[in-house]
């Protein structure tokens, strides 16, 4: 089994990540391994957490539920961007259902400070706009080019569900962005960064990153590898050239090889 796990989190006006995102990805590998594409709590459209609890805790929680609900074991676990976290931390609360992981572009969990906000600042659309989703995605990626109509659309149309609208009034609105989210985000991040550093994930992992990512520079991935690797045997960094904070969208051929590898 390879599981998917999407980037972004909820309550973004402008952007948001879809299952849509591994749509290069999914049916090529597909043809030598049963993968399943999940979108995280309050993404896409899984429904928004419940008891307003809108931190990355409950995202992990909610994934290692679905595994355990599904009973998949032996998983290859793949996240993306902010999908990196929730990936992490299933590995070291149900390891014997992991078999290895994959770790893309992930600011949220790499070591150092994320340009993430600075980068994606000044968008000249408006909230829930196409215009505004494709902005943010061309701004993420090396060759603009990369970033479809029909993947704009798919995005766009996650964006207009009124649960979409219920997670972003949550999280601007009322606040829980900066009162919850980022600061149980934090905690959560130097508690994993410690356990891998300690050497707890004890899984054969790689890091895949795209080399021109505006948002989480070539630099931190190569740390995330480094910290991995003074305690894992099988890891393994592969660096994308000419890509952008999405190389399973820019580059999916060669991501898509690597997993098969």
């Known amino acids: 089994v390879i599981l998917l796990v999407t980037g972004g989190h909820f309550g ?18 597909a043809r030598d391994f049963r993968v399943i594409a999940v979108e995280k709590l309050g993404q896409g459209e899984t429904d928004n957490p419940r008891d307003r609890d809108y931190t990355m805790q ?5 994934l290692a539920d679905f595994v355990i609900d599904l009973d998949l074991r032996d998983v290859h676990l793949v996240g993306q961007s902010a999908g990196c976290m929730p990936v992490v931390v ?62 704009v659309e798919d995005c766009y149309r ?29 905690q959560l991040k130097n508690e994993m960064l410690v356990w891998l ?20 520079s070539v630099e931190r991935g190569v740390a995330l590898f480094r910290m991995i690797a003074a305690h894992e045997r099988h890891a393994a960094l592969h660096l994308i050239n000419r890509a952008g904070h999405h190389p399973i969208r820019e580059h999916p051929a060669h991501f898509n090889a690597l997993m098969r590898a």
């Not at 409950?58 to 909610?62: E, S, Y």
């Not at 996650?158 to 149980?184: H, W, Y």
């Not at 550093?197 to 990153?209: E, F, I, S």
Request: hydrophobic share 35%.
């Open 12 to 29: 973004n006006s402008t952007a948001t990540s879809p299952v849509e995102s591994w749509e290069h990805n999914f049916l090529p590998l």
């Open 58 to 62: 409950a995202v992990a929680r909610h």
């Open 90 to 151: 299933m590995a070291r609360d149900i390891p014997d259902r992991i078999r290895s992981c994959t770790l893309v572009n992930s600011s949220t969990l790499a070591p150092g400070v994320g340009m993430t906000e600075v980068n994606l600042a000044g968008c000249p659309f408006p909230p829930y706009t196409r215009d505004g989703q494709r902005w943010v995605f061309e701004r993420s990626a090396h060759d603009p080019a990369t970033v479809t109509d029909s993947f």
């Open 158 to 186: 996650i964006r207009m569900l009124p649960k979409s609208r219920e997670a972003v009034e949550a999280m601007q609105g009322d606040g829980l962005k900066e009162s919850l989210f980022q600061p149980r985000l934090a």
């Open 197 to 216: 550093a300690q050497g707890g994930l004890k899984r054969p992992t790689q890091v895949v990153w795209g080399c021109n990512d505006r948002t989480a």
